[in-house]
């Protein structure tokens, strides 16, 4: 439990915005390099750590991808505005939850690139048009104390403007802060290849912290294309339930994690890891999908020729806000659902959750 | 006399209590670190029956007017008013806070600071017009993560962030009065042969001026100031059409000094006193724009019989709100027209002709 905290706390507090993450990236290489035996970077940034499997003499070598994106949604400068800074979101953002919030702006002005905290502004109401409503993103500010012409050297139009609030424990299981979206699966996949250093198993694993998720998925499309593996399995925070999100999209924080179900994942697969799951006892719910999964299973079930893709699901709350909130003990169970899933690829997986299962039960010579 | 400056020790000051907790009613641990600043030094201290920390000279004399300083300890915040389950509790706010700046905020809670956050639904269920609307304080929840222990309805709860100083910058909870709290300490310091002065470090400003109220009553000053934060709201339109042309006060142009506001018409003499010393010793300051809002002073000048009070005031932006920008050049020119302005008080002043 203690290593989940340290990683997601220290991943947490890395910045690593869509198309921009290099410097989460570094801290995963470092977990990686002692627990795959390469670790490579993608074209695009995503990472690639390797684990080796004992693939059987004569068998085609088979492949299991398992993906969790690495990127963080943020801020991005649009305009120099006196002495003060105008910006779009990178990623989702509801402008409502901006106002006092202390950020960092990464200014590139002078070539190498300087962190300055700031904090975003909502003008006076005095010098806007009468509102009753919330504050749109265009007329917030950014504020680094700066007069005009120091701002003008620093900051360029595209500097990126990360948050600027460290994580909070709560209890002893509990993580709170920016970015848990989805340092918390990569923490559950580093926390697997972890636990499992010593151990082969039968296949090859791929674990990739993919990149560009919040944006265009371009993380997930390559490394699923280059790679081209026999399986894939995404990893990616879900909603959990909090105060007005308590639909049936939601699902309680701490009481388990999440299998997707829907046309972006493969029905086989899918039951196969519920089922393994029941057996090591993890709790699971079967979150319904309808249509796209807002993930990175989206573009990675369709690589190449098509690849069966389940997606699982990290419960989180007030995503897309600095103070998301997540359970350890939910990435404990992610980490040891891979575990399990990683533990029955044999020469025979494939067959065992092949379409019309039923009648195909895996038993069928190759 | 040599004129004060903003040293590191000041700066420690600061910022340890702008890092406290006092939401008002609940001023405890920023009255702590008063009263220990306090030992030693050659004054009567007392705790009064509000909570405000009351100190007087050992000695009257009478031949010198006793000048009172004000600053208020207590901040904005919030109350749990109950305990919802899974570690989610509803709040009140105590103080103007506008709920706007609520979601996505770090919280400490409970004499304990246990950490807890206000969060908001996520961007994916919400609606345009969801996101276009306000989210009111009832909507909002405080959610320590975990059935809370040792918090209970009634407990107060403040923002989480710890203050930073970059550069000229000061970026902090609470500058609104915890500087006002520093300039009192630093200004016992120094000496004025020519007047005495009682301090009042007071409870319950954001919720009416009461502290200040039974202070000035019981100190019974000849003059009053009071030092607060005053807000500058020097932000530009969003499309320049609308010129801004109430701001208030604006950062970096030294301390605010009062004449019309809400509750107080400011002494002119004592007016044009700070003005005359802010230009004689080449002290940057304003005048804070009259108008609406107000200080202690609104409570101080009505004491008794009447007391000649002004307000001088440090500018900051984002007033009431998790994190708040002043300047530390605006701070030392506090510190400084104030030491100026009271090495040259007397009951001179007094006897003046009012305007």
Request: charged fraction near 25%.
């Given at each position: 439990m203690q290593?989940?905290k340290t990683?997601?706390?220290?991943?947490?507090?890395?910045?690593?915005?869509?198309?921009?993450?290099?410097?989460?990236a570094?801290?995963?290489?470092?977990?990686?390099?002692?627990?795959?035996?390469e670790?490579t970077?993608?074209?695009?940034g995503?990472?690639?750590?390797l684990?080796?499997?004992?693939q059987?003499?004569?068998?085609?070598?088979?492949?299991?991808?398992?993906?969790?994106?690495?990127?963080?949604?943020?801020?991005?400068v649009?305009?120099?505005?006196?002495?003060?800074?105008r910006?779009?979101?990178?990623?989702?953002i509801d402008?409502?939850?901006l106002?006092?919030?202390?950020?960092?702006?990464?200014?590139?002005?002078?070539?190498?690139?300087?962190?300055?905290?700031g904090?975003?502004?909502?003008?006076h109401?005095?010098a806007?048009?009468?509102?009753?409503g919330?504050?749109?993103?265009?007329e917030?500010?950014?504020d680094?104390?700066?007069?005009?012409?120091?701002l003008k050297?620093q900051?360029?139009?595209?500097d990126?403007?990360?948050?600027n609030?460290?994580?909070?424990?709560?209890?002893?299981?509990?993580?709170s802060?920016?970015?848990?979206?989805?340092r918390?699966?990569v923490?559950?996949l580093?926390t697997f290849?972890?636990?499992?250093k010593?151990?082969?198993?039968?296949w090859?694993v791929l674990?990739?912290a993919?990149s560009?998720?919040?944006t265009?998925?371009?993380?997930a499309?390559?490394?699923?294309?280059?790679a081209?593996?026999d399986?894939a399995?995404?990893?990616?925070?879900?909603?959990?339930?909090?105060?007005?999100?308590n639909?049936w999209k939601?699902?309680?924080?701490?009481?388990?994690?999440?299998?997707?179900?829907?046309?972006?994942i493969?029905?086989g697969?899918?039951?196969?890891v519920?089922?393994?799951?029941?057996?090591?006892?993890?709790?699971?719910?079967?979150?319904?999908m309808?249509?796209?999964?807002g993930?990175?299973a989206y573009?990675v079930q369709?690589?190449?020729?098509?690849i069966p893709t389940?997606?699982?699901g990290?419960?989180?709350?007030?995503m897309?806000?600095?103070?998301?909130?997540?359970?350890?003990?939910d990435?404990?169970?992610?980490?040891?659902?891979?575990?399990?899933?990683?533990?029955e690829?044999?020469?025979?997986?494939?067959?065992?959750i092949?379409w019309?299962?039923?009648?195909?039960?895996?038993?069928?010579?190759d | 006399?040599?004129?004060?400056k903003?040293?590191?020790?000041?700066k420690?000051?600061?910022?340890?209590?702008?890092?406290?907790?006092?939401?008002s009613?609940?001023?405890?641990?920023?009255?702590?670190?008063?009263?220990?600043?306090l030992?030693?030094?050659?004054l009567?201290?007392?705790?009064?029956?509000?909570?405000?920390?009351?100190?007087t000279?050992?000695?009257?004399d009478?031949?010198?007017?006793?000048?009172?300083?004000?600053?208020?300890?207590?901040e904005?915040?919030?109350?749990?008013?109950?305990?919802?389950g899974d570690?989610?509790?509803?709040f009140?706010?105590?103080?103007?806070?506008?709920?706007r700046?609520?979601?996505g905020?770090?919280?400490?809670?409970?004499?304990?600071?246990?950490?807890?956050?206000?969060?908001?639904?996520p961007?994916?269920?919400t609606?345009?017009?969801?996101?276009?609307?306000?989210l009111?304080?009832e909507?909002?929840?405080?959610d320590?993560?975990?059935?809370?222990k040792?918090?209970?309805?009634?407990?107060?709860?403040?923002?989480?962030?710890k203050?930073?100083?970059?550069?000229d910058n000061?970026?902090?909870?609470?500058?609104d009065?915890?500087?006002?709290?520093?300039?009192l300490?630093?200004?016992m310091e120094?000496?004025f042969?020519?007047?005495?002065l009682?301090?009042s470090?007071s409870?319950?400003?954001?919720?009416?001026?009461?502290?200040?109220?039974v202070a000035?009553q019981s100190?019974?000053p000849?003059?009053?100031?009071?030092?607060?934060a005053?807000p500058?709201?020097?932000?530009?339109?969003?499309?320049?059409?609308?010129e801004n042309?109430?701001?208030?006060t604006k950062?970096?142009l030294g301390?605010a000094?009062?004449?019309?506001?809400?509750?107080?018409?400011?002494?002119?003499?004592?007016?044009t006193?700070?003005?005359r010393?802010?230009?004689?010793?080449?002290?940057?300051?304003?005048l804070?724009?009259p108008?609406?809002?107000?200080?202690?002073?609104?409570?101080?000048?009505?004491?008794?019989?009447?007391v000649?009070?002004i307000?001088?005031?440090v500018?900051?932006?984002?007033?009431?709100?998790a994190?708040?920008?002043?300047?530390?050049?605006?701070?030392?020119?506090?510190?400084?027209?104030?030491?100026?302005?009271?090495?040259?008080?007397?009951?001179e002043?007094?006897?003046?002709?009012?305007?």
């Amino acid at each position: 439990m203690q290593y989940i905290k340290t990683l997601l706390k220290k991943l947490m507090d890395a910045p690593g915005l869509s198309g921009f993450e290099t410097p989460v990236a570094d801290l995963i290489r470092h977990e990686w390099e002692d627990t795959c035996d390469e670790v490579t970077v993608s074209k695009v940034g995503s990472l690639h750590g390797l684990k080796k499997g004992a693939q059987p003499v004569g068998h085609k070598a088979r492949s299991v991808l398992i993906a969790a994106h690495m990127d963080a949604i943020g801020m991005m400068v649009t305009e120099l505005h006196g002495s003060f800074l105008r910006f779009t979101d990178v990623g989702g953002i509801d402008p409502r939850i901006l106002p006092g919030t202390p950020v960092t702006v990464h200014c590139s002005g002078h070539g190498e690139v300087i962190q300055r905290p700031g904090v975003i502004a909502s003008p006076h109401p005095r010098a806007m048009a009468p509102t009753n409503g919330s504050i749109p993103m265009n007329e917030l500010l950014v504020d680094l104390g700066m007069v005009e012409a120091e701002l003008k050297s620093q900051v360029q139009i595209g500097d990126l403007i990360s948050f600027n609030t460290h994580p909070m424990e709560h209890g002893s299981d509990v993580i709170s802060g920016h970015s848990a979206d989805n340092r918390a699966s990569v923490t559950a996949l580093s926390t697997f290849l972890r636990n499992n250093k010593n151990r082969q198993f039968g296949w090859d694993v791929l674990a990739v912290a993919t990149s560009q998720e919040e944006t265009n998925f371009a993380g997930a499309y390559t490394s699923s294309r280059s790679a081209s593996p026999d399986l894939a399995i995404v990893i990616d925070v879900t909603f959990a339930k909090g105060p007005g999100s308590n639909d049936w999209k939601t699902y309680a924080s701490g009481k388990g994690i999440t299998l997707g179900l829907g046309p972006n994942i493969h029905t086989g697969f899918m039951r196969k890891v519920k089922s393994i799951a029941e057996e090591i006892e993890i709790p699971i719910s079967v979150e319904p999908m309808p249509k796209h999964s807002g993930t990175d299973a989206y573009a990675v079930q369709v690589a190449n020729a098509g690849i069966p893709t389940i997606v699982i699901g990290i419960p989180l709350k007030y995503m897309h806000t600095p103070v998301e909130m997540v359970n350890i003990t939910d990435i404990k169970r992610t980490a040891k659902l891979l575990e399990g899933i990683c533990s029955e690829l044999d020469d025979k997986f494939l067959k065992k959750i092949a379409w019309d299962h039923e009648e195909n039960d895996g038993t069928a010579e190759d | 006399m040599e004129l004060p400056k903003i040293e590191q020790r000041h700066k420690d000051l600061l910022e340890k209590l702008c890092n406290a907790a006092g939401v008002s009613g609940h001023e405890d641990e920023v009255r702590k670190i008063v009263l220990a600043e306090l030992k030693g030094k050659h004054l009567n201290v007392r705790t009064d029956a509000l909570g405000s920390v009351i100190a007087t000279p050992k000695q009257r004399d009478a031949s010198k007017p006793l000048v009172m300083l004000d600053a208020h300890m207590d901040e904005v915040g919030f109350m749990l008013v109950s305990d919802d389950g899974d570690g989610l509790y509803s709040f009140e706010l105590v103080g103007g806070i506008d709920p706007r700046s609520l979601p996505g905020k770090q919280v400490l809670v409970g004499n304990d600071k246990v950490p807890g956050v206000i969060g908001a639904k996520p961007i994916h269920l919400t609606t345009a017009d969801e996101r276009a609307g306000k989210l009111s304080v009832e909507s909002l929840k405080i959610d320590v993560g975990t059935k809370g222990k040792n918090i209970q309805p009634g407990d107060r709860a403040v923002f989480a962030t710890k203050l930073m100083y970059v550069e000229d910058n000061i970026f902090a909870k609470a500058i609104d009065d915890r500087i006002g709290v520093a300039i009192l300490l630093q200004m016992m310091e120094l000496e004025f042969p020519n007047i005495q002065l009682a301090y009042s470090f007071s409870v319950q400003e954001e919720i009416g001026l009461r502290g200040a109220k039974v202070a000035a009553q019981s100190i019974d000053p000849d003059f009053a100031i009071a030092i607060d934060a005053t807000p500058a709201y020097d932000h530009p339109s969003p499309d320049g059409s609308i010129e801004n042309s109430y701001y208030n006060t604006k950062i970096g142009l030294g301390p605010a000094i009062y004449t019309y506001d809400g509750s107080t018409l400011n002494d002119p003499r004592l007016v044009t006193l700070f003005k005359r010393v802010g230009e004689e010793e080449k002290i940057t300051y304003q005048l804070r724009q009259p108008g609406g809002g107000g200080t202690n002073g609104g409570s101080i000048h009505r004491a008794n019989g009447g007391v000649p009070t002004i307000s001088i005031s440090v500018p900051h932006r984002y007033t009431h709100t998790a994190i708040l920008l002043s300047k530390l050049t605006d701070w030392e020119s506090s510190v400084r027209l104030l030491a100026a302005g009271l090495s040259k008080m007397s009951y001179e002043l007094t006897k003046q002709p009012r305007p």
